[in-house]
Each structure stands twice: as structure tokens, then as C-alpha cells.
């Protein structure tokens, strides 16, 4: 195995995973920020760099639609998509995911309209995050690449057949260069391999039929047999980060920790802003505050049972949203981790917080804020408790 360090945006390190793991398929529908995407999948094919077959389509529900069919007819296929897009795939996502298609879809992140808005937020995975899909986010271009080369090695595994997001952060990540390291192609197709899935609609010798009606009787057994898989996603998440470590010297799990062994307060975060946690970590550290920060990984299957445990030694915890649910409680995130929280037993305050929707810029000093509300929290210092829930840099 070989390795070579390079600079390239997020967009740029994906599509360079895409055509070093060469798949059959790729319909695809241009949306701000993943257009470059299709764009240099559709440059590398007519270079005769890769023989995938690229599918222009007239929109991302056909793009879905192609793609649930090529998946169906046997083939290793993927799509790219954006915030309205995704949106737009909905009914598919859906079929897709009953249909225990083994698709990987590239989620580059941006708010959902309206008001009309192009910049980085979650609303788009977040509104999607219950279709039955797994999903993965990423904090850096390399990790953005990395992820995609393993996402194969988990939809595809017979114990899960199941479509995964690979997701990052629009601009952010994906129009930003940052230094990566690539693994050599050859190792890359070793790793991943060949599908051979063992029921395809082109298989003659085996009739079988895709999308059929499903009434009472059987469709929750359907639903059944998604979370049963879902379930066992996990630990073959797990077994594939370790395989990828052997190749690439990377570590990645569920999620990561951050000077998390005597950490007394801790944010709970995803994506881009991870990075931007870390330096306040590292700021509170010197100034003698135990402060940490769990980055999700993972998000579906999400793993609460993990991080309750991650949790259980800290005095205050924060949850950080990239998406509004409107539910006047908490976001999606805090909503799911307070419940495992509760489900594990633990009585620890948490606050939620609301960051960097609509492309917001999430600061050093703003991160710094969070831990000094979970300090007040935990300690019944200053005036009055922090709130529950709010926004981290409105406007006034």
C-alpha cells in the first residue's frame, strides 16, 4: 500500500474516491454545493479514467429513481445531492431503503429553503435522517474521502443492505482545500471489492420482483426486518473502521472523543464545527477547565448506548444542532442523545444549542460561551440558570 499526500477541496477528495472505487452507476441532477461532484465523475469517464456509467437526469427524483434501479438490476450505484434535492428524492429515499438497496448517496449539506439559502446547515440530513437510511457525517476532507471508500464495505454487507449518506458540510468542507492523504488506487479497489449481490432484477436464473405491494400483513415486517439491520450496522461499522485502519493508519468509530477521560463538561457535535470545538477545548485545558467534546460520526444507526457511556462521568453536557425541528424542546440531535441519556439512567443536566444554521459562523469564543453555560449549570454559579435551548449567535 501506498499513500501520497495531496491538497484538494472536499468535493475534489470524494470524487476522487468515487473514481478510484470505480462503481457501475451514477445518475446525478446539478444542486449547489454537490454540483462539482457529477462534474468531475462526468470528466474522469469521458477521460476514460473509470467506466462508470454516468445517467443525466431531469431532476433528483429521477436521479434516485434511476439510481433505485440500477442498484435493483444488480449494479454497484450511487447519486450526489443537495438540501432541495434531497428533498426532492423524498418518496424515494423511502423506496430505497425498503427495498434494502445497498445505494450510497454523497450529502453535501445546505440549508432547505426558505428563505433561500445555499450555505451550510443540517436541515437536509436531518429531515431525511428517519427514511430508513444510514447516515455518516464528516468533519474534514479527509475524513469526507475516507468515508466514502468504507461506505461500500457497510451498505453491502449481507447483514445490513441498507443505503447510507455520506455526509459533509457545504463550502465548509466541500469547496475548501485542505491537506489530505490518498491511499493508491489498487488498494483502494482491494478493500472494497467486487458486489456480487445475490438477488438482481438481470438474473435469469432467479426471478425476482422489486417493489411489490405490501398490505397489512407484511409491511411491518418489513419495517422489522430495516431495524434488524439497522441494529446490526453498527458493529459492522465498527469491523470496517478496523479493516480501514490496517490500509490507511486512520482510526474511526461511532463517533470520536476529545480529551474526553476527566472530562467534567462536554459538547456533542457534528461536522465541520467539530474543529472549531476543539480549539476551545484546548483554550479552557490551559486555563485548568476539564472540558471535552464528542463528535458524531454516525448518525443512523445513532448510537446512544455508546455515548450515554462516553457521557456518564461528566457534570454538564451540550448538544449542538445544526437544524431546527421546530418542536420548542430541543433539535434533533439533543432530542435523541437526551433519550439515551434517560434510557441509560443518567440525571445529568444537558442544554441544547442551536449553531450555524443557514451557514452562521460558529466561533472559538462561541464555543467557549457553551462550556462556561454547562459550568454555571453544574456549579449554580452566576445569575440565574442558562436556558434549555437557544441560538448561538442571532443577531440582536
Known sequence: MSSRRDRMSGNEAVALAIKQVNPDVMPAFP???????????????????????????????????????????????????????????????????????????????????????????????????????????????????????????????????????????????????????????????????????????????????????ANSPFYMETKYNQITAMRKAKQVILDVCAEFEKISGRKYGLFEEYKMNDAEYAIVIMGSAAGTTKDSVDALRDQGIKAGMIKIRVLRPFPGEELAAALKNCKAVAVMDRAENYSTMNGPVGSELKAAMYDAGLTIPVLDYYYGIGGRDYTVEEAESVYKDLITLATGSGDGSPEPFKYVGLRK
Not at 433505485?68 to 428524492?89: E, K, N, P, Q, V
Not at 434494502?100 to 436531518?126: F, K, Y
Open 31 to 213: 444542486i449547489t454545493p454537490s454540483t462539482e461532484l457529477p462534474q468531475i465523475v462526468s470528466t474522469y469517464i469521458s477521460n476514460g479514467d473509470i467506466d462508470t456509467e454516468f445517467i443525466p437526469v431531469e431532476s433528483e427524483h429521477s436521479s434516485m429513481s434511476a439510481t433505485i434501479g440500477a442498484s435493483a438490476a444488480g449494479a454497484r450505484a450511487l447519486t450526489a445531492t443537495s438540501s432541495a434535492g434531497l428533498a426532492f428524492m423524498w418518496e424515494e429515499l423511502y423506496v430505497a431503503s425498503s427495498f434494502r438497496l445497498p445505494i450510497v448517496l454523497c450529502l453535501v449539506n445546505r440549508a432547505l429553503t426558505g428563505p433561500l439559502n445555499i450555505n451550510c446547515d443540517h436541515s437536509d440530513a436531518m429531515g431525511a435522517r428517519d427514511s430508513g437510511w444510514m447516515q455518516v457525517f464528516a468533519e474534514t476532507n479527509q475524513e469526507a474521502y475516507d468515508n466514502f471508500i468504507m461506505a461500500y464495505r457497510v451498505t453491502e454487507h449481507p447483514e445490513v443492505m441498507l443505503p447510507m449518506m455520506v455526509c459533509y458540510d457545504g463550502f465548509i468542507t466541500s469547496h475548501a482545500v485542505m491537506n489530505i492523504e490518498t491511499i493508491d488506487t489498487s488498494t483502494v479497489r482491494d478493500f472494497v471489492g467486487t458486489y456480487k449481490p445475490d438477488n438482481f432484477l438481470l438474473n435469469k436464473d432467479m426471478p425476482y420482483a422489486v417493489g411489490p405491494y
